[in-house]
C-alpha cells in the first residue's frame, strides 16, 4: 500500500484555526480546509456587518488558504455553510455566488 503524502498548510495571510486543527492540510492532490470563518486577521473577531460581511470575509480567507495550497476556488468540489439563523439565508447564498462564482 503506498503512504499518502501530507502536507500541513500554515500561512499568517488568514486568522490562525480557533480551535487546534489546521488551517489546510494537503493530502496527496486533494486540499481539506476547515472552520474557514469571516475573521479579521489582526483582531481575530468577525467582521462587522453580520452573515453576508462575514460571508464575504469567509472567501476571502478560504481564497487565499486554497493559494497558499496551491489551488483555487475553481476547483472546489463541496462547502458546507452553517448558518446562525436561516433568515440569512438568501443573503449569505447571494455573496457565495458572488464571491466564489456559480459553477455549471
Known amino acids: 500500500m503506498a503512504s499518502i503524502v501530507r502536507k500541513i498548510i500554515s500561512t499568517k495571510k488568514v486568522p490562525k484555526a480557533p480551535a487546534p486543527y489546521n ?3 494537503v493530502a496527496d ?3 481539506y480546509l476547515s472552520g474557514v470563518l469571516g475573521m479579521e486577521l489582526e483582531s481575530l473577531k468577525l467582521v462587522d456587518g453580520g452573515a453576508p460581511a462575514q460571508t464575504a470575509k469567509a ?4 481564497t487565499l488558504l486554497l493559494k497558499e495550497s496551491g489551488s483555487g476556488v475553481e476547483k472546489v468540489v463541496k462547502t458546507t455553510i452553517l448558518l446562525a439563523n436561516m433568515d440569512d439565508y438568501a443573503a449569505v ?10 459553477p455549471q
Not at 472567501?59 to 478560504?62: G, P
Open 23 to 25: 488551517q489546510a492540510v
Open 93 to 102: 447564498n447571494d455573496e457565495y455566488k458572488r464571491g466564489k462564482g456559480n
Open 29 to 31: 492532490r486533494t486540499v
Open 59 to 62: 472567501l476571502e480567507n478560504l
